[in-house]
């Protein structure tokens, strides 16, 4: 540790805290102790022989978050740049396989200029080693990468293998080529945080799952996403012994929820607010692909996760981002055995060439892929419209899901009463003399075609509910699912996601 507070105060003469404040604001009081204090580089090239970098840049330990074990390193940017050597990299790779046979999360505070360039291949060899580790322990443990400066170049792909990336405004910069690289390759002139930034990869790339205003509010909720998700494979969720719900106030709000005028949009949060206690659903990815909702909530103290088409944005259509957006949340949720509760409204997925040449039938297929491998305890909701592809790939009775439910306006079937008699009847809705047998056919349409009693004759619907009765039927299946035990899949390694 540093003996003077000449280095604290470079930091905060940045706006960020050194490496020893976040640990303490992160772990609980006086719980963490380091470990490997004393590794030192070995490199003898380009003056390197005579540096003394203490704990070779990385501080690596142990401690408690919430009461809980955890494993923690944070890169000190005053010693060396927080630049990653071979000993670096070891330092953190053996943290990850501690963490892994000990079972807790590991959190990793990212502060660094990239490979120590004066090491050469060794440096590379540090990050190999931390990769391999970061792949090892994905699945087993959660892995929480917390950017608090500069991440560059290959350091960003360790960030980019762990579950959740958290950002911070002003501070947070992740990017495979900083500005000077772009510069002189393409010849343009772009800032850190223009090319990088916490809005960039929170916004439009989908990297960051948080972004904070401060450091002290992102540990914060670090310390809050701990309280919801398991924190190894097979640890049981325990229900929380006392939970709050409204539930007089919820049932007559959640009857209000969907507007008269079918194409009008509503946020889907209302409705996951109504099914879920009170105050309990905690967003991940709020920014990035609007479309669709993910997070955790608590449905009667006990943890699930959300999945939601949001009809107030862009109708709630699934487009390439919504769909990766929701096909990672769904196997992370999977790997450790989080049910899974998704409400339905949509109207298909989002048309056109600019789509159609980011791959959406790929993207698409992630959550097909995603939904159907998962084992999970599966209940889904349709609330409203649930149209094509898009409402066989939103966790459908199809995909495996364990029980579905439909509220009584729920509109189930190839695509809506418009597109279907404009393929139907197209010369009959050219001619105004034709209008009212094309309304009768728009409504017969409607009564035969897209009810939801249509899907609940052929099984497809477990039961069509009121809007009241949501949380109750959500809370029981979910209840009855339990422990489910699933072991249908074929002898094989393992299947090829479309990536």
């Avoid at 002139?189 to 790339?205: F, M, N, P, V, Y």
């Avoid at 959500?474 to 479309?498: M, V, Y």
Wanted: aromatic content about 10%; hydrophobic content about 40%.
């Amino acid at each position: 540790m540093p003996k003077d507070s000449f280095s604290i105060e470079k930091q905060h003469a940045k706006g960020k805290l050194h490496a020893i404040e976040r640990i303490a604001a992160l772990c609980d009081k006086d719980s963490f102790y380091e470990m490997y204090s004393a590794a030192r580089h070995t490199c003898t090239s380009f003056g390197m022989e005579a540096k003394e970098i203490p704990y070779d840049g990385v501080i690596t330990g142990f401690g408690k978050i919430n009461g809980k074990k955890v494993a923690v390193y944070a890169q000190d940017f005053t010693v060396q740049g927080g630049s990653l050597g071979k000993v670096h990299g070891q330092k953190i790779a053996e943290l990850i396989d501690k963490a892994i046979m000990a079972k807790c999360p590991v959190i990793g505070l990212n502060d660094s200029g990239g490979a120590r360039i004066q090491e050469g291949v060794d440096a590379l060899c540090g990050y190999g080693d931390l990769f391999y580790q970061n792949v090892r322990a994905s699945g087993a443990v959660p892995q929480i990468s917390v950017i608090v400066g500069p991440c560059a170049g290959g350091a960003v792909y360790s960030p980019g293998i762990t579950d959740f990336v958290f950002a911070v405004d002003s501070i947070s910069q992740m990017f495979i080529t900083g500005p000077k690289v772009v510069k002189s390759v393409l010849s343009l002139d772009i800032t850190a945080e223009e090319l990088g930034g916490a809005a960039i990869h929170s916004q439009k790339s989908g990297v960051a799952h948080f972004r904070s205003s401060s450091e002290a509010e992102c540990y914060e909720t670090i310390r809050r996403l701990l309280d919801y998700i398991p924190h190894y494979y097979g640890e049981e969720i325990i229900a929380e012994a006392k939970f709050k719900f409204d539930e007089k106030k919820k049932e007559k709000k959640i009857a209000e929820v969907l507007p008269e005028e079918s194409k009008k949009g509503y946020d889907i949060r209302e409705v996951i607010d109504c099914v879920t206690d009170d105050e309990s659903f905690f967003e991940v990815m709020k920014e990035f692909a609007p479309m669709a909702v993910v997070g955790f909530a608590k449905i009667e103290g006990r943890t699930a996760g959300i999945v939601a088409n949001n009809p107030s944005v862009w109708g709630g259509l699934l487009n390439c981002d919504a769909s990766d957006k929701i096909a990672r949340f769904v196997r992370y949720c999977d790997a450790y055995n989080i049910p899974l509760v998704t409400f339905v409204d949509v109207p298909g997925f989002l048309p056109g060439p600019d789509e159609e040449q980011k791959g959406i039938i790929r993207h698409g297929a992630k959550v097909i892929y995603a939904y159907s491998e998962a084992t999970v305890p599966k209940v889904t909701l349709i609330t409203r419209k649930a149209y094509g592809g898009a409402y066989i790939a939103m966790c459908s009775k199809h995909l495996g899901a364990d029980f579905v439910y439909a509220w009584p306006k729920a509109e189930i079937a190839v695509m809506g009463a418009e597109g279907a008699l404009g393929i139907l009847y197209a010369k009959e809705m050219k001619d105004p003399a034709q209008a009212a047998f094309v309304a009768q056919k728009s409504q017969e349409y409607k009564d035969t075609i897209m009810t939801p009693a249509i899907a609940a004759q052929r099984d497809y619907i477990s039961e069509i509910i009121r809007p009241e009765d949501s949380r109750e039927r959500i809370a029981r299946s979910l209840e009855f699912l339990l422990r489910k035990q699933q072991n249908t899949a074929p002898c094989k390694k393992h299947g090829n996601i479309p990536l």
